[in-house]
């Protein structure tokens, strides 16, 4: 795929076009030290002449014969963090990227290694494109920016800095690259081939096909593939980094319907191409997997994704059918296009059986009404645990996803009981994404758990925030990275 290369430098290697960070309200911010005094009275004048006002994210491409200068607006310089200095460079790749400049400098010598580092992972998410599949005149379309130097202080700790931060790119662009593929290339065995590969980087990788599931009485998850052509997959990674070995694991689920037709209760036709992203949790959980593995991260962690394609067939699951879980509870399936939670039922249960984590959180596009709940920019979070709850958000936070805490009533419980079965797999349109919720609940067996409904963030119509282009997001790989890095390594 066509990236920029982006690199440190103590020099600009190439002055056609430099960047700076302005302070607001500031006429001489560090920003113009970077300039000789005569260019930075010119561009100050420039930057008057449009009313440029370094507001934090916005950019100005100023046009000029002695070399382009691109303002980026850094606000208020006293509170610039990590997260600021993304959003700053982010914006700045989306103004200069179709500017007709094949080369960037961005000055940022007077900050620190850790700022330049994530100036540098911004620009790689933000430059992020899934074009493998475009022939010769689309991809002459791409943005013409190739190369982008990141000036700072001291290469060499920026450099260091770089390497964790280059670990969590990998496995965010390996999520948003399977979350893109389309329903075709993308099955659950390609799909399991695919991690399967990242043995190199020391994940540990298991996949268990029918038989096995069938012997462990998965027929919850099972129940789900009947319909499809494809064999069913249930991938179980292990990152074993903690100095013991034995030391009890965290643990991520994730739903990999790798397409959602809806099965038997067939979706409508408009709009069902978007069921190929269906496996955005499974991604999510994969790529926190590669992350943590790629830096070494001190943490035993358990990462396991269900792999199913749901399809209408001859032998498909029919509304009404009563399969059995693993756990032994019976569930009534009346509608079989709320197949994640039955994929998710056998795989919460089998890992928390298997492993004993400390928590477990899965990830799942779960319900369309997530999305009717919060809109487009918050995923939900459900959680029979305070303190696990509480720290998802302050890790979502200090990364640029939103998350927001959602209710457990267990008056609400009644909406899934059955007439026939131990439980049912839908509640009505009431409350439909915590009814869903609930429903997980039954399978986690008393442990430490959260559910991340990722249904309204795992793909985006448009650029919403500067780090995530239009398409696959990679939603929750940063979130879990952090809360694995801030409360459960060392
Ligand atoms: N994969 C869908 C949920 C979804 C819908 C995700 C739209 C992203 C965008 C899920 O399997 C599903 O079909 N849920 C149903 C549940 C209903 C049948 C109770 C839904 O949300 O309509
Ligand atoms: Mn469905
Ligand atoms: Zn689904």
Known sequence: MSQPIITFATKPTDKSCLAVILGEGETQSKGFSALDSAVAEEIKSLLSAVGFKATRGKAQLLNRSGGAVVAVGGGDLTTLDTVAMETIAASLYHVTKASGFEALSLDLTGYSAELAAHAVLALHLAAYRFDKYFGQAKLDKAPTLKNINVVCDDVAAAETAYVPLGALREGIVFARDLVSEPANILYPQSYADRVKAYESIGLKVEILGEPEMEK??????????????????????????????????????????????????????????????????????????????????????????????????????RPGDVVKAMSGTTIEVINTDAEGRLVLADALWYCQDRFKPQFMIDLATLTGAMIIAL????????????????????????????????????????????????????????????????????????????????????????????????????????????????????
């Open 216 to 317: 462990l009485g998965m027929h919850s998850l099972l129940g789900v593939g009947l319909g499809s052509r494809k064999e069913s997959k249930l991938v179980v990674m292990q990152w074993l980094g903690a100095l013991d070995q034995k030391a009890q694991p965290v643990a991520f689920v994730g739903k990999g319907v790798t397409f959602d037709t809806g099965g038997i209760s067939i979706k409508p036709a408009e709009g069902m191409e978007d069921m190929k992203w269906d496996m955005g949790g499974s991604a999510a959980v994969v790529g926190t997997m590669v992350a943590l593995a790629g830096r070494k991260a001190k943490v035993n962690a358990i990462g396991i994704i269900g792999l199913v394609e749901n399809m209408p067939d001859g032998n498909a699951q």
């Open 375 to 490: 809109g487009m920019d918050y995923a939900g979070v459900f959680s029979n645990n305070d303190e696990l709850a509480e720290k998802i958000g302050e890790a979502s936070k200090s990364v640029l996803e939103n998350t927001w805490r959602m209710p457990l009533p267990a008056q609400y419980e009644k909406q899934i009981d059955s007439k026939i079965a131990d439980i049912r797999n839908i509640g009505g349109r009431p409350a439909g994404s915590i009814t869903a919720a609930l429903f997980l609940q039954r399978f986690v067996n008393g442990t430490p758990w959260a559910h991340m409904d990722i249904a309204p963030v795992a793909w985006t119509n448009e650029q919403r925030i500067p780090t995530v282009p239009e398409g696959a997001t990679g939603f929750g790989v940063r979130t879990l990275n952090a809360l694995v890095a801030k409360f459960y390594e060392g």
